[in-house]
């Protein structure tokens, strides 16, 4: 039996079940944020150009696209909820790095909805795509010095292929062929970070995965032993190998779970959260940020995150410099941290210059061996210094239940009312006890 027919049995025996008590609630936790940042990420200019197309482009009528308030086909709602779920680069992130949520919840709702499955077989669904992912990537060298691929657009169609799957009741075989048309689907360049194309990785996932498994369910086939090929899926991506032993240990932990995906409390690139936190901590330090003489950000080599001059807001969230100039002015970093509006400000525009990144080849690049300082120099020669080794929301942290609900709220009320708001959480809360209804509830107050 292939690798991948293998990796598919295992899958498909994946039920309710399998999951533990904290399975399943982390999984909630994990579905209510890329839902929540979704809602915010609708109000972005490249959510609303996208969402135009996908309406001009027509379709039958039965998916909410979230915040544009009209429905269209699930493989086009799957790939315009994707879009806004990653814009804001807002959604948890997986270890080793990826953004499994934005590719695989768009899915499970669109299928959800389509064909009334309860919230059980949702949040299943939800947590087998994010398992896939998290599992794929631990099989193979992902490190940044190894691939020229941005994860979610590799992974992220076997996410979406597995989350489709399990609602759609794929047997083994079809999974297997889904999994294998899900790989040619995959694919995303890193120079595209930073640009607001970006966000097209998520959705072309969701999309290409989706569209996968849905054809594998009328019969089209494709290469049973695509994982293991040596013309395929590892040997295109990760020409060093897989690891099979982790590949197939899929669910013993789920990932998602150990070692988790780390909450993002920022809406930018994951090593400016190390960076922001540093300076967050600088910044109660010092009084008036017109004092600031110098700046100095001590990081790991990561030459993509040393932007000086970020060409837009966009741009900045990617930015080690202009990440900490906003958590150095404001004292705080947000939604609204990275619009043009304040990226040209005249303070921005003092404080940019001052600001300098040394790569200190000794750090990790690795998050969880990694670390960033900040170093600010004042007027008066004083200096003020803060080191992050973990930022809020890092994988295997205890996490601030009670902030992490305040993100979910603040991020679905820049969309919906007080009332609209208040019963999405509550739904979300529940997940797992929603019937078809519910979910039908659930999706209808995101349209």
């Not at 039920?15 to 533990?20: D, V, Y």
């Not at 013993?252 to 959260?273: N, Q």
């Not at 990617?318 to 005249?346: K, Q």
Request: hydrophobic share 45%; glycine share 8%; charged share 20%.
């Amino acid at each position: 039996m292939s690798l991948t027919a293998q990796l598919a049995g295992i899958i498909r025996q994946t039920t309710f079940e399998s999951l533990a008590a904290a399975d399943v609630s982390i999984a909630k936790r994990l579905i209510a944020d890329g839902v929540a940042v979704a809602v915010a990420g609708s109000g972005e200019a490249a959510p609303r150009m996208f969402a135009a197309y996908v309406r001009e482009q027509g379709g039958r009528e039965l998916c909410p696209v979230w915040g544009f308030g009209f429905r269209t086909a699930p493989v086009a709602a799957a790939y315009a909820n994707a879009v806004s779920m990653h814009v804001l680069d807002f959604e948890p992130m997986s270890n080793p790095s990826t953004h499994a949520v934005s590719p695989t919840v768009p899915v499970a709702f669109a299928l959800a909805l389509r064909d009334g499955c309860d919230g059980r077989e949702l949040l299943t669904a939800c947590a087998k795509g994010f398992e896939v992912q998290g599992r794929l990537l631990a099989a193979v060298d992902h490190r940044r010095e190894s691939s020229k691929f941005h994860a979610p657009g590799v992974v992220g169609p076997f996410g979406a292929a597995v989350a489709a799957a399990h609602l759609l009741q794929l047997d083994a075989t079809q999974l297997n062929h889904a999994l294998a048309i899900a790989a040619s689907r995959s694919g995303a360049l890193r120079a595209n970070i930073g640009h607001g194309v970006k966000c097209t990785h998520c959705g072309n996932a969701a999309a290409g995965g989706l569209e996968a498994a849905l054809l594998a369910a009328r019969g089209l086939t494709a290469n049973a032993d695509i994982l293991a090929h040596e013309e395929g899926f590892t040997a295109a991506f990760f020409p060093k190998g897989i690891d099979r032993e982790m590949l197939l240990g899929y669910g013993k932990p789920f990932r998602f779970a150990d070692p988790g995906m780390a909450i993002k409390f920022y809406p930018s690139k994951y090593p400016t959260h190390f960076a922001i936190s540093a300076a967050l901590e600088v910044r109660q330090a010092i009084g008036d940020p017109r004092d600031i003489a110098a700046v100095r950000i001590i990081t790991p080599p990561m030459p993509d995150v040393a932007r000086p001059a970020p060409a837009s807001g966009l741009e900045g969230k990617f930015s080690f410099e202009y990440t900490v100039a906003c958590a150095l002015l404001d004292g705080r970093v947000g939604i609204a941290s990275f619009h043009d509006e304040r990226r040209f400000r005249a303070d921005m525009a003092v404080l940019l210059p001052k600001i300098a990144v040394t790569a200190d080849s000794s750090i990790p690049t690795a998050f969880n061996r990694m670390r960033i300082a900040v170093e600010v120099s004042l007027r008066d020669g004083t200096v003020c210094r803060a080191t992050c080794e973990r930022p809020p929301g890092f994988w295997g942290a205890p996490l601030d239940v009670d902030r992490h609900r305040e993100k979910v709220r603040d991020c679905l009320m820049t969309r919906l009312d007080t009332a609209r708001a208040a019963r999405v959480v509550q739904l979300l809360e529940s997940l797992e006890e929603l019937p078809a209804e519910g979910v039908r509830e659930l999706s209808l107050l995101l349209e």
